[in-house]
């Protein structure tokens, strides 16, 4: 028996080299980016927000598109303002902490889906400042990007088919084949965003037997760039009462100019291809509830609706709370098309928009409503088939 034995050597070493082993590893999980945050925080170089916003924007310039580029520059301009303010001049000092009072600066009076990308574009923005040396490797991940409930997102901002309709009807009556008419229908029955809008010439448009087609083209070239680019390309077919509004614009009120690049624009102005701002312009004019019903939802005192700028001005139509922005149209259609059957692979490719994003910001159905849904395309699909084999 080894009962009053000594302890061999292996025995006195064992338990002592398995703790030891035990405590590394646990130094090394908990103390690993530190370690390594000290170690590099020597071979940073100073550099100021103002700087490396600079620097993430051409950096980025060929990767985003212009107007995704504008809108990362928005959200970074509040953390810009926001270094400014509490003195932080050089990226080097920015710590976990920091980002945190950040947050909390930026998420007064905003959603929590506007605090989600602003975070998000913040984590970008750093990512970048790692790579210039700026900023230690592990602090990008310390940004604290919050969920969103689907309760959150503002899938339910929209304008309802029933609006759209009442809306149309109007300009068809009052403002035919104008500009603006044409605007709010490549809106409506074909849920072009405003980038895809600018983008069509004259020699974009063929005639169908039912119809129109527009083609969509990428150009960044010539200042009119597609969202998702190359992949943004396709063909969009129009109704004859569209194609008909469209002839009818062109023959009697589109101004007979080229835009700078010497093309022929569809949508136009006297100074050429129309802009974004007047596409939301023409977005939110139309879209007061005031101007098509002639009543304000909004219980404005009658003795105060001539002081209403917004609906006094359509330059000022946006301050109105029952206008709506382009996107808030496009969201409408695509609800619209969801709500009368149109599979989601069809919306998919007519409106270059994933699958996922319809789910998450336009999808608003019901398990049931869905499954009714399929029942009623399934079954229009097999009238007159045998109930044999597939799809009995």
Aim: proline share 5%.
């Amino acid at each position: 028996m080894r009962e009053n034995s000594p302890p061999t050597d292996e025995e006195n070493s064992a338990p002592d080299a398995e703790a030891s082993s035990e405590t590394t590893t646990e130094l090394d999980r908990a103390d690993l980016a530190t370690v390594i945050d000290e170690i590099t925080q020597n071979d940073l170089s100073a550099l100021t927000p103002e700087e490396g916003l600079e620097m993430y924007k051409q950096v980025r310039k060929d990767e985003l598109t212009d107007s995704t580029i504008r809108t990362q520059d928005s959200r970074l301009s509040y953390f810009i303002k926001w270094c400014d303010e509490v003195g932080i001049t050089n990226l080097n000092k920015l710590t976990g902490r920091d980002l945190l009072r950040f947050r909390t600066w930026r998420s007064e009076n905003l959603r929590p889906v506007s605090i989600k990308a602003n975070m998000r574009t913040l984590r970008l923005f750093l990512e970048q400042c790692v790579k210039f040396d700026a900023v230690a490797r592990s602090l990008p991940e310390k940004v604290d990007i919050p969920s969103v409930d689907e309760d959150d997102i503002s899938r339910d901002e929209f304008i309802s088919s029933e609006r759209a309709e009442l809306i149309l009807e109007h300009l068809d009556k009052y403002e035919y084949a104008t500009t603006e008419h044409v605007v709010w229908l490549l809106m409506t029955a074909a849920g072009l965003r405003l980038s895809g809008i600018r983008s069509i010439d004259l020699d974009d448009i063929s005639p169908a037997s039912n119809g129109s087609h527009l083609q969509l083209v990428h150009r960044p070239d010539s200042d009119t760039p597609l969202k998702n680019k190359s992949r943004s390309e396709r063909i969009v077919h129009v109704s004859k009462y569209v194609s008909q509004v469209l002839t009818d614009y062109i023959d009697n009120q589109r101004p007979d100019v080229t835009d700078q690049y010497g093309r022929e624009p569809l949508v136009a102005s006297n100074e050429g291809r129309i802009v974004g701002t007047t596409i939301r312009k023409y977005a939110y004019k139309w879209s007061r509830p005031c101007v098509v019903t002639g009543e304000c939802p909004h219980e404005v005192p009658d003795d105060e609706i001539d002081d209403c700028e917004a609906m006094q001005s359509g330059s000022h139509a946006y301050k109105c709370p029952g206008s709506s922005s382009p996107h808030t149209v496009r969201r409408g259609y695509i609800t619209h098309e969801l709500d009368i059957g149109v599979p989601k692979q069809v919306i998919s490719d007519r409106c270059d928009v994933s699958s996922e994003v319809i789910d998450t910001h336009y999808d608003k159905r019901s398990e049931e409503e869905r499954m009714e849904l399929r029942t009623d395309i399934r079954e229009s699909t097999y009238t007159g088939e045998d109930d044999s084999g597939y799809g009995q």
